[in-house]
């Protein structure tokens, strides 16, 4: 397993947010992005993790809510990549998946687009 510091981990959540359109980043709203070391423990291989209300359901009921949660977990990542290169990869994959749950694509979608 490659060892990566939390910092770094954090830094490449962040780089791969900031690969993410403009035109998409406008649209998310009230959305927070968190790194986690290690997931829930009934799913110890999860990798990310979107809790919220997709913008797609939200209705006028939607008002002073907290925040859509986002979270990236760095644990079973590292165990699961090989190099820093697929570490990277892997990031980049696990949080366009959790933004598309933002915008309402279910994994069915995000399988056939070919992030899984």
């Known amino acids: 397993m490659l060892e990566m510091t939390r910092e770094e981990f954090e830094e490449l959540v ?3 947010l900031d690969r993410i359109p403009p035109e998409l980043t406008r649209l998310m709203d009230n959305v927070a992005v968190f790194v986690e ?4 423990s ?8 979107y809790e919220g209300t997709p913008l797609t359901e939200r209705g006028e009921w939607y008002a002073g809510v907290l925040p859509d949660r986002i979270t990236v977990f760095r644990g079973p990542t590292q165990r699961m990549c090989a190099s820093r290169d697929e570490i990277v990869a892997e990031v980049e994959v696990t ?3 959790e933004v598309a749950h933002h915008f309402g694509i279910d994994d069915a979608r995000l399988h056939a687009l070919g992030y899984g």
């Open 42 to 49: 009934g799913d110890p291989e999860l990798l990310g993790l």
């Open 37 to 40: 070391d290690e997931p829930p």
């Open 14 to 16: 962040s780089e791969a």
């Open 95 to 97: 949080v366009v998946h």
